[in-house]
C-alpha cells in the first residue's frame, strides 16, 4: 500500500509535465481528466502517509502489546467488528447493537 499510494501521488506530477497538458486540459474531457488527476494524487498522498504510519507503527510496538492488535493477544471475538458496522433494513440504517438472544429473535422474524 506504501508503493501503490507513492505512484498514485505522483501521477499528476508525472502527467502534468508532459509537453502537451494544456491541450488536454482545454479538450473536451479535459476537466474531468485534471479533476482526476487532482482526487488520485491526494488519494495517493493520503494513502501513502497512513501507510507510513500503520508501518511505523508495527515497527515500534514490540510483540503481544496493544498496538499490535487484539487479536494477536486472543482476547476478542472474530465478529467484534460487526458490533460497529450499522445494520441496514430496507432502506434505512438501524443503530448498532449488541447480539442477544431477543435482537437475534426479532431480526430472524424481520427477514
Not at 87 to 106: C, D, M, N, Q, R
Amino acid at each position: 500500500m506504501l508503493l501503490v499510494g507513492l505512484f498514485a501521488a505522483g501521477m499528476p506530477v508525472i502527467h502534468m509535465r508532459g509537453a502537451h497538458y494544456g491541450e488536454i486540459a482545454k479538450s473536451p474531457g479535459g476537466f474531468f481528466f485534471v479533476w482526476t488527476l487532482w482526487a488520485l494524487g491526494g488519494l495517493g498522498g493520503f494513502t501513502f502517509i497512513l501507510s507510513a504510519r500503520g508501518l511505523w507503527g508495527l515497527r515500534r510496538a514490540s510483540p503481544g502489546s496493544p498496538a499490535r492488535g487484539r487479536e494477536m493477544q486472543g482476547d476478542s471475538r472474530p465478529t467484534d467488528h460487526l458490533r460497529l458496522l450499522p445494520k441496514f433494513v430496507g432502506k434505512s440504517a438501524v443503530i448498532p447493537f449488541e447480539a442477544t438472544e431477543a435482537s437475534l429473535a426479532i431480526t430472524s422474524r424481520m427477514k
